[in-house]
Every structure is written in C-alpha cells, then in structure tokens.
C-alpha cells in the first residue's frame, strides 16, 4: 500500500443476511443441520445447497418486486 492509498472496506450486500436466513431455514426444513452440510462434499449435500440457493434466490426476487411495485405506487423512483 502507497501513502496515498485510502484503505476501504468491501460494501456489505444490503440482503445478505436475508439471503443467508432463508438458505438456513430451507435446509432445517429438508431435515439437515447447515453446520454438517458445510462440512461435507456429496451429491445430496449439493443437491440441497443447490435448492436452499434457489429457493432463497426467488423468495429475494420476490421482496425486491414487492419493494418495487410499493415505491412504483408512491411515486418514488
């Protein structure tokens, strides 16, 4: 690092922990622990992983439409 350099901190995702709560109760809904699915390298351990992702994926597509058309209604932009 220069002298002239500014060091930054990595912007935190705004829904990052949403995402996060959603992965983790769509895996203790399909009866897994999250703490032994990390550990683990297996076709059904991706599987579920592969699901909780999608899973989480919609259900934030879904809060971000709902945000959108509110603000829409609103008037704000």
């Known amino acids: 690092m220069t002298s002239n350099e500014i060091p930054t901190v990595p912007m935190k995702e ?27 390298d297996d ?11 999608l899973y989480a994926t919609a259900r934030l597509s879904e809060a971000e439409a709902r945000l959108h058309y509110l603000r829409s209604l609103r008037g704000e932009q």
Do not use: H, K, M, N
């Open 14 to 40: 705004p829904l990052a922990d949403l995402e996060r709560e959603l992965i983790g109760a769509y895996v203790a809904g399909a009866g897994q622990p999250f703490d032994t699915l990390v550990g683990r």
């Open 43 to 53: 076709e059904e351990t991706r599987r579920i992983l592969t699901e909780a992702s």
